[in-house]
């Protein structure tokens, strides 16, 4: 038998400054500006200055961000960022669909998982392809509410996603609801903050490189005093025969 060797698949982003790609976070999300500090001409070394927002390129959200009563982001607990993780498969989904508690039982099924097994829970889209477009904000697929919560009574404790946000804004989905600029419910799926301690990742990417419906997952988010999310460098470790 050949002898296993581990192998790291790169889930994130590069982050760059916000004049170099807009369409990489929301835009009522921070601008992230990163510049030269010093230069080797100048100090005899290069190091840069940067200014980002807590949810900049793929990052994780704290409970703390739509729960007064939530996490910041250096209380979260890092085991919630490692281990076994599930990937399934909703990239035949169209742009704007309801991702419901079916298509996840089905996607599941086909990728041979049962998720009761699996606190990560790995949704591949695919929209990590339009990274840097504008379509990379418009081409969305909104996971319900109800859905999220049956996979968290299921155990799942972060859910990471390769799109720029798990849902779409109900304020700009349906004008006729009611809903003002500043009120929470234009983000339901996150509202699921203020009942249960789980996480999210966004702005991933890579799901597609991983071999498989399963692998082991790291992704630690920055340890940020106060902060409502981080961004991180997140990774799958799967193995390969050699």
């Known amino acids: 038998m ?8 790169d889930l994130s982003h590069t982050l760059t400054s916000y004049g170099e790609n807009p369409f990489q976070q929301l835009g009522e999300n921070a601008r992230s500006m990163i510049s030269t500090f010093a230069t080797y001409e100048a100090n005899g070394f290069y190091e840069c200055a940067l200014y980002i927002g807590d949810h900049a390129g793929t990052h994780m959200d704290a409970t703390k961000h739509f729960n007064p009563d939530g996490l910041y982001t250096d209380e979260v607990p890092l085991e919630a960022f490692y281990g076994d993780a599930c990937i399934l498969d909703l990239s035949h989904m169209e742009a704007h669909a309801d991702v419901t508690i079916v298509d996840i039982q ?3 099924e086909k990728a041979q998982v049962n998720l009761e097994d699996y606190h990560i829970v790995l949704l591949k889209t695919e929209r990590d ?3 840097g477009t504008p379509d990379y904000f418009r081409d969305l697929l909104n996971i319900l509410p109800d859905t999220i919560e049956w996979m968290i009574n299921k155990g799942m404790v972060t859910l990471g996603v390769d799109m720029v946000t798990i849902e779409l804004d109900r304020y700009i989905r349906d004008p006729d609801s009611g809903l003002k600029p ?10 699921l903050m203020k009942k249960y301690e789980w996480y999210m990742i966004e702005n991933m990417t890579g799901l597609s490189e991983i071999p498989g419906s399963t692998c082991k997952f790291a992704g630690f988010p920055i340890k940020i005093g106060k902060g409502s999310g981080a961004p991180m460098r997140a990774v799958a470790i799967v193995e390969d025969e050699n």
């Open 129 to 131: 392809k339009l990274y």
């Open 182 to 191: 500043n009120s929470p419910e234009r983000y339901p799926a996150h509202c």
């Open 2 to 9: 050949g002898k296993r060797k581990e192998r790291l698949i």
């Open 106 to 108: 089905r996607a599941a």
